[in-house]
């Protein structure tokens, strides 16, 4: 079911995927998701009494699992533009990222039908390309309707395409996967693929914003005290992977044994909706951004 979060807010979709539908009369949906996922949301939106005019679909990064959804929310919605930051808009230009991302998109309907989510497959639409209609920057203000807007937050550490968005009225932080990917209620998975200096600085300065609820684009959501806890464990998380991979690098071990060693550690409960090979290369990029630390 949809669910109100605040008087702007409705989170859709399913417990691995979110979409946030900000505002009332006139609306953006936050992240994109997965074509699976649209599923989801699609029942959701088809029991809704009142539908807002989506105007906008905000991609907060390109990484699969935040613009494969694209295609059909613009099937759903074809008056909506597409906006992005415009090195995500770059990516998602480029032909031979995007058959790489829906081949991953189908194997995660495939895992969406397995665990039930889904009653049958749905189809994964052919892309060449995603076109971006408006690039965001830093300090830009996203006008929602009726007086709300939203605050652009550049947010680089997981990606140099990530973005953050702030809700000022409603006091909800949009953080996309700038926190790490919550693996359960108590553990996150570090994800500073791009920097892990920057995905440091990212949380902590996400940190002073006064937030009430912070809208995570995957799994829980967090509110209340509970907003804290959760940037505390994502920089827990992100140090604590730094220290292993460094020491186990400073004592000369054997470079295999420590991707097996974080592969275990962290594959498990929710990041398994991922492909083995996909979280292998996620271990590839955590050990390459802490050796350039070093």
Same mark, same amino acid.
């Given at each position: ?91 998602l230009s480029k032909q ?22 889904? /009653?049958?497959?749905? /189809? ?105 806890s959760f940037y505390q ?62």
């Amino acid at each position: 079911m949809a669910m109100k979060l605040t008087e702007h807010v409705c989170r859709m979709g399913n417990r691995h995927f979110n979409f946030f539908v900000v505002g009332n009369r006139e609306a953006v949906i936050v992240e994109c998701g997965v074509t699976g996922a649209v599923a989801s949301l699609y029942r959701q939106w088809q029991a809704m009494d009142h539908k807002p005019r989506i105007h906008l679909l905000l991609a907060m990064h390109a990484h699969f699992d935040h613009v494969c959804g694209i295609p059909t929310l613009q099937e759903l919605f074809p008056q909506a533009a597409v906006a992005a930051s415009k090195p995500a808009a770059r990516v998602l230009s480029k032909q031979k990222i995007l058959a790489d991302f829906f081949e991953q998109d189908a194997r995660m309907v495939d895992y969406l039908v397995n665990e039930g989510i889904l /009653d049958e497959p749905v /189809d994964v639409p052919a892309v060449r390309s995603i076109e971006v209609d408006r690039t965001l920057v830093e300090g830009q203000a996203v006008e929602v309707g009726d007086g709300v807007s939203l605050e652009i937050i550049e947010a680089p550490g997981h990606s140099p395409c990530s973005l953050a968005a702030y809700l000022p009225s409603d006091q909800v932080m949009f953080l996309s996967d700038a926190g790490g990917f919550q693996i359960s209620d108590t553990d996150i998975f570090p994800i500073f693929f791009q920097s892990y200096p920057l995905y440091i600085e990212t949380i902590k300065r996400l940190m002073g914003y006064p937030t009430r609820v912070l809208a995570i684009p995957h799994q829980r959501i967090w509110s209340g005290s509970e907003v804290e806890s959760f940037y505390q464990r994502a920089l827990k998380s992100a140090q604590d992977a730094f220290e292993a991979i460094r020491h186990h690098i400073d004592e000369g071990k054997d470079e295999d044994d420590l991707k097996e060693e974080l592969f275990y550690r962290y594959y498990r409960d929710d990041l398994s909706i991922y492909t083995t090979e996909n979280i292998g290369l996620c271990i590839d990029l955590l050990i390459r951004r802490v050796k350039e630390c070093l």
